[in-house]
Each structure stands twice: as C-alpha cells, then as structure tokens.
C-alpha cells in the first residue's frame, strides 16, 4: 500500500514537472519569437526604440519577464516584456523615396499588433498540425484539459488515444500547450496594445495631457486583464473548440 502511494506520488511529480517544463519551452519559444518580431517590424515601419531597448533579439532572456514567468510556474499562465514603441517615430512616407503617403495608420496598426499576429498564427498553425496528428477528436480533449488545470498533462491524452506512439503523445500535448498559451498571451496582448496605440493617437492630439495618457495605458489594460480573468478560460477553450473545427473543415476531416 505504501509503495502504491509512493509510486503515485512519484507519478505525479513526474507528470508535473513534464508539463511545467514544457510550459517552459513554449513560453520561451513563443515570446521570444513575438517579442522579436515586434521589434523588427516597429523598425521596419521607422521607429528603433524597441531595437535600442534590446528586443530586436531571439535570445529569450531579453523578452522574458520575470513576474510572467514566476505566474507561468505557479498557474501555467505567463506574458512577455512588453515591446516599446514610440508613436512619433512612424510617420506615412516612404523614407528611402522621399515620398508622403497617407499610409501612417496602417503602419502603426502593423507595428502594434505585429506580436498579437505572430502569437495567433502560432496557435493557428498548432491547431493544424494537432487535427493532423490526431483527427478533430482531439480538440475536445484539449477542450476537457483547458477546462481543469489538473488535467494539463501528456497522460491525459494518453489515456485516451491508446494507438498512438509516446512521441506521438508528447509532440500532441506540446502544440495544445503552445496554442492554448498562445492564444491567452495574443488576447492579452490586443487588449494592452489597444489601449497604448489608442493614447498614444490621443498624447499626439494633447500634448499637455500626455503624461495623465500614459497612466491610464499602464492602469487600462492591467483594469481590463482583471475583468477578464475569471472568463479567459472559456474564451480560450471556446477559441480552441470553434478554431480547431473551422480548421478541420478546412482540411476536409469534416462535413
């Protein structure tokens, strides 16, 4: 009996540090690569604040944030550095051609929201390549993992897809973790980079109210996040449900 509840015990230290780890490398795979490419796209629309501050990078430890990776470890729940951008700098000319153009608004959109694209595109590709794999059943397995943080493990699709090699399992509950995080962090990260573009248009229009703006873009999205947080569970695994449908269709899996 002893041995039993050892041996369970040993199970699920083993199971929880599997999960915590890959938690890990998807946070640092998924932020850097965001964080990274928000950085090159600020610069590419003229503004090089984020590349001065450090975050035109793909080393990880340049776009992690320390509480966000202490809120992954204890919740599985995490977010990035937040990437710089300064409004002013993004105009709508075309510099190397001396041209003006009224191209100023798109350019700042794809300068702001360039990291919340890159974090849906990977949730989206990670839908595919799951349906692939394992056939649209598995969305509502992910569905019933999403819902109870207890059942955030390699085993749990295990228990339920027995054909499939442990390779197969594991390569399975990675692209769940990738897109499900990706999908909080790209939710969060539309919410706060709203809230910034929009100020910093306003701070452009004020000038004397700048400084109260950028209080309100610190306060704002950090007001809207707490609103948000009983819910975002739902939206997640709504988001995987509906998506991942609409990707299978796709992908002809389902009439």
């Known amino acids: 009996m002893i041995n039993g509840k050892a041996a369970m015990i040993t199970l699920k230290c083993v199971e929880f540090t599997v999960s915590l780890i890959t938690f890990l490398l998807v946070y640092f795979f998924s932020t850097t690569l965001a964080g990274f490419f928000r950085a090159l796209v600020a610069k590419k629309m003229g503004d090089d604040t984020a590349q001065q501050a450090g975050f035109l990078t793909l080393n990880p430890f340049a776009h992690v944030d320390l509480l966000g990776l202490a809120f992954l470890c204890l919740t599985y729940f995490g977010w990035s550095k937040?990437?710089?951008?300064?409004?002013?700098?993004?105009?709508?000319?075309?510099?190397?051609?001396?041209?003006?153009t009224g191209w100023r608004i798109p350019k700042l959109l794809c300068a702001y929201f360039s990291d919340s694209f890159v974090y849906f595109f990977i949730a989206f590709s990670s839908l595919i390549f799951l349906i692939l794999l394992f056939g649209p059943e598995i969305l509502f397995v992910a569905a019933s993992m999403l819902s109870c943080p207890g059942r955030m493990s390699h085993l749990f699709i295990a228990r339920t897809f027995h054909d499939h090699a442990s390779l197969t399992i594991v390569i399975g509950f990675i692209l769940i973790v990738l897109a499900s995080l990706c999908i909080i962090i790209g939710i969060l990260d539309s919410i706060i980079n709203s809230c910034h573009l929009g100020?910093?248009?306003?701070?452009?229009?004020?000038?004397?109210?700048?400084?109260?703006?950028?209080?309100?873009?610190?306060?704002?999205?950090?007001?809207?996040?707490?609103?948000?947080?009983?819910?975002?569970?739902?939206?997640?695994?709504?988001?995987?449900?509906?998506?991942?449908?609409?990707?299978?269709?796709?992908?002809?899996?389902?009439?």
């Open 199 to 255: 100020l910093a248009l306003l701070a452009e229009r004020s000038p004397e109210s700048a400084m109260h703006y950028g209080y309100i873009a610190i306060l704002a999205p950090i007001i809207l996040i707490l609103c948000c947080a009983g819910k975002l569970r739902l939206i997640v695994t709504a988001l995987m449900l509906y998506g991942g449908w609409f990707v299978a269709r796709l992908l002809g899996l389902v009439g």
């Open 82 to 100: 937040f990437v710089p951008i300064n409004s002013h700098n993004i105009d709508g000319s075309i510099r190397s051609l001396g041209i003006k």
